[in-house]
Nanobody, 114 residues
Framework: QVQLVESGGGLVQAGGSLRLSCVPSGSIFIRVMGWYRQAPGKQRELVATITSRDNINYVDSVKGRFTISRDNAKNTLYLQMNDLKPEDTAVYYC?????????WGQGTQVTVSS
């Protein structure tokens, strides 16, 4: 059973930065990895994804501020978040897809104060 372990959330002032990390346990081939977020009272939304071929996709609201990347040697996914805004406050979830299954992390809280 693959688990996704996230880290890096926290409290930051508007304009600040955070970097989230996600490490899958176990050895599987992952086609797509990404980050989703869910704010209180809202649906979970895609933030960014990256494929095994390094095709990258961002939601419009984070373009130019967030950067998704993966370190294949460390099998780690990152989300560098710069110029954070109060509307970025949410629980951020790591997401991975193999050919057989979909996996979710437990979530990490990101809070941006104004």
């Amino acid at each position: 059973q693959v688990q996704l372990v996230e880290s890096g959330g926290g409290l930051v002032q508007a304009g600040g930065s955070l970097r989230l990390s996600c490490v899958p346990s176990g050895s599987i081939f992952i086609r797509v990895m990404g980050w989703y977020r869910q704010a209180p009272g809202k649906q979970r939304e895609l933030v960014a994804t990256i494929t095994s071929r390094d095709n990258i996709n961002y939601v419009d609201s984070v373009k130019g501020r967030f950067t998704i990347s993966r370190d294949n040697a460390k099998n780690t996914l990152y989300l560098q978040m710069n110029d954070l805004k109060p509307e970025d406050t949410a629980v951020y979830y790591c997401h991975a897809e193999s050919t057989l299954s979909i996996y979710w992390g437990q979530g990490t809280q990101v809070t941006v104060s104004s």
